[in-house]
């Protein structure tokens, strides 16, 4: 089975941001998160009151602005919704402040508090990359990968995602990987491939780890590791890649690279169907054959738990 290993669709976790240092700032050097979106990017910024936040966003502060656009999107604030969130984010994407230009951009190519507009989007992006900003290149590049408000140009969305990863984009790296690994828009070279895939997953990427644990998992690009490559997809894994999960649980149910465990396998293939992910039904169902319901039990349980767990964990893939 293969695991889906580009990344294609431009969602919270791949396209909004959180704040970096800009001349766009506000006239005041004093920076400050809420803590609610603190805690979950792990963010060095000073936390401050939500009140205080709010207040200064109303001021013209863009990268509290940034913030309170971020809150909203993700229905972590009081009265939070897509719209507030995009009025939010156009504020502080008027001031020039590249973070939110990538994310208004975002919301525009998904149709979040707004029609969808792909022309919008792209002239969002193009002022963001104006800045060197690394996420504005790859979002780019997905654009001219999809096609969307332009005409699909593998050669394109090659350069546009080289530039976000020599900017040390995670998710750039890892499409430049995938362009590398597909021959598109380049020769193709899984060595390459590897290389740019590697450095996604030494960043924490998830599709980075994924991505590269197949290529172990496969032998292509570098030598044939099962258990360098189980130790990428438990990374992934542990971070919601259903890819992963699933994958991971193959190795499980076949001893490959660990000890052969059907429970544990049947605990992450149940996570990854639970999580929408149908690609590992027929492993599950064989599984569930060699399981006792006690079995099959406590492996749902350990999946639940799981997934709960891992509910705030695409947020952290903000950049701050």
């Given at each position: 089975m293969k695991t889906h290993r580009l990344l294609t669709a431009v969602t919270v976790a791949a396209g909004l941001l959180g704040g970096v240092t800009s001349q766009a700032q506000s006239a005041s050097n004093r920076q400050c998160s809420l803590a609610v979106v603190s805690r979950l990017v792990d963010s060095k910024t000073e936390v401050c009151d939500s009140a205080v936040v709010q207040d200064m966003a109303k001021q013209g502060n863009a990268f509290e602005q940034n913030q309170m656009g971020i809150a909203s999107v993700l229905a972590i604030g009081p009265d939070s919704n897509a719209k507030e969130a995009f009025w939010w984010f156009e504020k502080a994407a008027h001031r020039g402040y590249a973070p939110a230009q990538v994310n208004l951009a975002v919301m525009f190519i998904n149709g979040w508090g707004t029609p969808v507009n792909d022309a919008a989007a792209l002239q969002w992006l193009h002022a963001a990359a104006d800045q060197q900003f690394g996420r504005a290149y790859y979002n780019l590049g997905f654009m001219y990968l999809e096609g969307k408000g332009v005409r699909q140009d593998y050669t394109e969305a090659f350069k546009w995602f080289q530039k976000g990863a020599d900017a040390g984009d995670s998710s750039a790296q890892t499409n430049l990987g995938y362009m590398y690994d597909q021959g598109w828009g380049c020769q193709r070279d899984l060595s390459k491939a590897a290389q740019w895939y590697?450095?996604?997953?030494?960043?924490?990427?998830?599709?980075?780890?994924?991505?590269?644990?197949?290529?172990?998992?496969?032998?292509?690009?570098?030598?044939?590791?099962?258990?360098?490559?189980?130790t990428l997809f438990q990374k992934a894994a542990a971070q919601g890649h259903t890819g992963a999960q699933i994958k991971l649980a193959s190795m499980y149910a076949n001893g490959l690279g660990t000890k052969k465990d059907s429970v544990s396998a049947y605990a992450l293939v149940t996570e990854a169907t639970m999580a929408g992910d149908p690609r590992g039904k027929e492993l599950q169902h064989a599984l569930q054959k060699q399981l006792t319901q006690e079995q099959i039990a406590q492996a749902t349980e350990q999946a639940t738990k799981a997934m709960n767990a891992e509910r705030d964990l695409s947020a952290k893939n903000f950049a701050q």
């Open positions: 590697r450095k996604a997953a030494d960043a924490g990427n998830p599709l980075g780890e994924n991505n590269l644990a197949d290529l172990y998992l496969r032998g292509e690009g570098l030598p044939q590791d099962y258990s360098a490559a189980f």
